[in-house]
């Protein structure tokens, strides 16, 4: 029996509504040049800040992806 390997890459999704809009950001435009993705894992929020207001939502994923036999 063949074990799997994954990689893991950090990526990071912005968005002007939440934290969670700026995970689902990061995901979908992954998963646009990435197959296979299994797992994201919140690594970091933060926001963004101009003029005393929040600006922006970031959220940090650590998202694995399985590697595909040649």
């Known amino acids: 029996m ?4 994954y990689r893991v890459t950090e990526v ?3 968005s002007e509504q939440s934290w969670e809009d700026a995970a689902r950001n990061a995901v979908e435009q992954a998963a646009k040049t990435v197959r296979d993705l299994r797992i994201a894992e919140v690594v970091r929020q933060d926001v963004s800040i ?3 207001r929040i600006s922006n939502y970031r959220v940090r994923l650590a998202i694995s ?3 595909e036999a040649e």
Not at 2 to 5: K, Q, R, T, Y
């Open 50 to 52: 101009e003029d005393g």
């Open 65 to 67: 992806f399985k590697y």
């Open 2 to 5: 063949a074990g799997s390997v």
């Open 12 to 14: 990071i999704g912005v």
